[in-house]
């Protein structure tokens, strides 16, 4: 659990980041702005990307029943 919420803080604090230098070159300056339409295979990395993540997900909800079931048989 602790994990999850490590790894939800940790890609917070990415987008954080690339959302700050997004508005540095925004302000200081606008023409050399990183061009994200240009992305080449986006669909292609996503759908190994959700795989990976949909095999995460099951494997965080494993984890959290397991502990779940730990935590009510310690007051047994």
Do not use: C, W, Y
């Not at 508005?23 to 339409?37: C, L, M, Y």
């Not at 959700?50 to 502990?67: C, F, G, I």
């Amino acid at each position: 659990m602790i994990d999850g919420k490590n790894d939800e803080v940790q890609a917070r604090r990415v987008l954080q980041q690339e959302l700050a230098v997004l508005f540095s070159h925004a302000v200081h300056s606008p023409k050399t702005i990183p061009d994200f339409t240009k992305a080449g295979n986006e669909t292609s990395s996503k759908n190994k990307r959700d795989k990976k993540s949909d095999a995460q997900a099951v494997e965080q909800l494993r984890a959290s029943l397991m502990s779940l079931h730990f935590h009510n048989q310690k007051g047994v």
